[in-house]
């Protein structure tokens, strides 16, 4: 989750960068004065309990810490404006990457197959599992067996998206059913054509990923400011770590001075 939350907000820095320049160096002039601002901050108020206390270098360590987060989180801030750009760009290679990944591909064809046999909807006769060459097959006699394969190969697709990119399918809420009844409506116009092979994979990832995409075209407009407000508690969560690290030690100072 957490690689996958570094992956995407990077992406989306790249793409700040990349696609509104003049914007991002802007961004990047007011992330660095809040930054100045948050450090002088932190190391300056203590002093409304405690005039006496001066900062020593490692408490200025917090305070840097303290400011790195502020100049990221403005700069993630605005760059969050590109995060459907980023998503669309991971779903895709998502898909170009699943269309040649052999393992999965051997590991969904055991799995439909495993599946298929222990329904019982295909004849136990060993000659129908394997081809001329005696290589594994799904014998498909059985209509309701090309839904069952096809349904598993989308369900496949689908949790290995959730997989990879736990952070992105969180936000996005991916839901695997809605992929599987897409997926079952073009098993129903390709068997309709009269095509007797297995259901192609490649045909079940692509209507994964383009559900993946429209998803991530209609929560656009409330992904955006669920991303920034992740990342607005986010940035609480790690500020007060400094501020109440530097806090306790001017509070300390005051017992010590006593």
């Known amino acids: ?8 907000t990077s992406s989306c820095i790249l793409l700040f960068l990349l ?7 802007l961004a990047c002039v007011i992330a660095v004065l809040l930054a100045g601002g948050c450090w002088w901050l932190a190391s300056n108020y203590t002093k409304l309990w405690n005039l006496l206390f001066h900062a020593s270098p490692i408490h200025h360590m ?26 669309e760009q991971f779903v895709n290679h998502w898909a170009t990457s699943l269309q040649v990944d052999q393992a ?11 599946t298929v046999w222990q329904f019982g909807q295909e004849p136990h006769t060993p000659a129908l599992w394997q081809d001329q060459s005696g290589a594994p097959v ?11 394969v096809a ?8 949790r290995n998206f959730q997989r990879m990119h736990p952070f992105l399918s969180w936000i996005l809420s991916v839901r695997t059913g809605a992929a599987e009844e897409a997926v079952s409506r073009d098993v129903q116009r390709y068997f309709w054509s009269g095509v007797s092979s297995i259901y192609p994979s490649s045909r079940a990832i692509e209507i994964v990923a383009n559900y993946i995409k429209r998803e991530l075209d209609e929560q656009t407009p409330k992904l955006v400011p669920r991303l920034r407000l992740f990342l607005l508690l986010l940035f609480f969560a790690v500020q007060s770590v400094p501020f109440t690290l530097i806090g306790w030690a001017a509070y300390e100072d005051i017992q010590v001075r006593t």
């Open 151 to 158: 349904k598993i190969y989308a369900k496949s697709a689908a």
């Open 62 to 87: 917090f305070c840097g810490v303290a400011a790195l987060a502020t100049l990221l989180g403005v700069l993630l801030y605005f760059a969050l404006s590109h995060a459907k750009t980023a998503g």
């Open 19 to 25: 696609e509104a320049t003049g914007q991002f160096v």
């Open 104 to 114: 999965w591909a051997d590991s969904t064809f055991q799995e439909a197959r495993k």
């Open 138 to 148: 799904v014998p498909l006699n059985n209509p309701n067996t090309k839904f069952v």
């Open 1 to 8: 989750m957490i690689g996958d939350l570094i992956t995407v």
